[in-house]
């Protein structure tokens, strides 16, 4: 018999917005948020980009001046393994960025 499994996020997780895939895994009821693959993994090819004051450059603020929309935040957040976005970075922390040209050839971004 299937259970119904309400999960509760708090109003400002980033998670509330995506799309929630119900599965079975060893016969136990699970849910899995968001995609059920990686859009993209880590590569050499990524821009290294250092982030300059604390709070300042959220993942839809890196899109939006990498790629030039603010949508492409979970393609950042999934190269550098961030699992809840609202976290932040810290001054002087270094992440990864994937190209333009990577993620027009994945088909994520026309250029």
Do not use: C, H
């Amino acid at each position: 018999m299937a259970t119904n499994i309400r999960v509760q996020l708090p109003p400002y997780s980033m998670w509330g917005k995506t799309r929630i895939y119900p599965q079975v895994v060893g016969g136990e009821n699970v849910i899995v948020f968001g995609l059920l693959q990686d859009m993209v993994a880590p590569d050499a090819s990524d821009q290294v980009f250092t982030v300059p004051r604390a709070g300042v450059n959220r993942l839809d603020l890196i899109s939006q001046n990498f790629y030039g929309v603010p949508d492409l935040w979970p393609v950042i957040a999934r190269v550098n393994g961030i699992l809840d976005p609202m976290v932040g970075f810290s001054e002087g922390d270094v992440i990864q960025v994937p190209t333009r040209a990577r993620l027009a050839l994945l088909g994520l971004l026309s250029v």
